[in-house]
């Protein structure tokens, strides 16, 4: 057993969880140098990456886990996340694409790839993530309302109005705000007198 690298570890570990991040990526850090093939310490340092937005370098450490495991899922999703919160929408559609390959139920690689999709201006590709997300998480109404806002800029209008007539069952307050968005008053008549 290497004392070392486990002193270093159990240290990141008491750091992060009492919220003193820095102290905790510094041991995590040590951690690895002692070990290099520590995949917890290389969670740990993306994670706390991404916690201070420092998005290309939680990026870097995800790519390192997934030089060691490939097949992750939720790695490979983190590692979209943080690829799209960087501005690097092609590099987060590539990420969502193989978490979904890999683990097709997972809904919020969808939702995030659809964002991704829409930041490249892509809106029918959009359509279609945000589309398997509802399918997947059927009272999400933010998914609901960004999948109508897609199809809106995907000029696909018809398809709109089932999604605020669907909103109105569980979310009439977002339904209402996809009417606005899409500066549909059609769509407006559809709205009942909201109390609040």
Same mark, same amino acid.
């Not at 990526?25 to 969670?43: K, M, T």
């Not at 370098?57 to 939720?74: C, I, M, Q, T």
């Not at 930041?119 to 959009?126: F, M, P, S």
């Given at each position: ?77 983190? &590692?979209? !996340?943080?690829?799209? *919160? @960087?501005? #690097?929408? =092609?590099?987060?559609? %590539? ?72 909103? &109105?069952? !569980?979310?009439?307050? *977002? @339904?209402? #705000?996809? =009417?606005?968005?899409? %500066? ?13």
């Amino acid at each position: 057993m290497d004392y070392d690298h486990w002193r270093h570890y159990a240290r990141g570990w008491v750091f992060h969880f009492l919220g003193k991040n820095d102290t905790a990526y510094a041991a995590y850090a040590e951690a690895l140098r002692s070990n290099p093939a520590d995949l917890q310490s290389l969670r740990h340092l993306a994670s706390i990456a991404a916690e201070k937005q420092r998005w290309d370098v939680a990026a870097s450490w995800y790519e390192k886990v997934l030089g060691v495991r490939p097949l992750e899922s939720d790695t490979w999703f983190n &590692l979209g !996340f943080v690829r799209e *919160r @960087a501005g #690097k929408a =092609a590099e987060a559609v %590539a990420a969502f694409n193989e978490a979904v390959r890999l683990n097709p139920k997972q809904d919020r690689a969808w939702y995030g790839m659809g964002f991704a999709h829409a930041r490249l201006g892509q809106h029918d590709a959009a359509a279609s993530a945000f589309q398997e997300a509802v399918k997947l998480q059927p009272m999400n109404g933010e998914a609901f309302y960004q999948l109508g806002m897609a199809l809106h800029h995907a000029n696909r209008p018809d398809e709109v109005k089932p999604m605020v007539i669907r909103l &109105l069952d !569980f979310e009439p307050k *977002r @339904a209402k #705000k996809l =009417a606005q968005d899409t %500066a549909r008053a059609d769509l407006m008549k559809l709205i009942p007198e909201l109390p609040f």
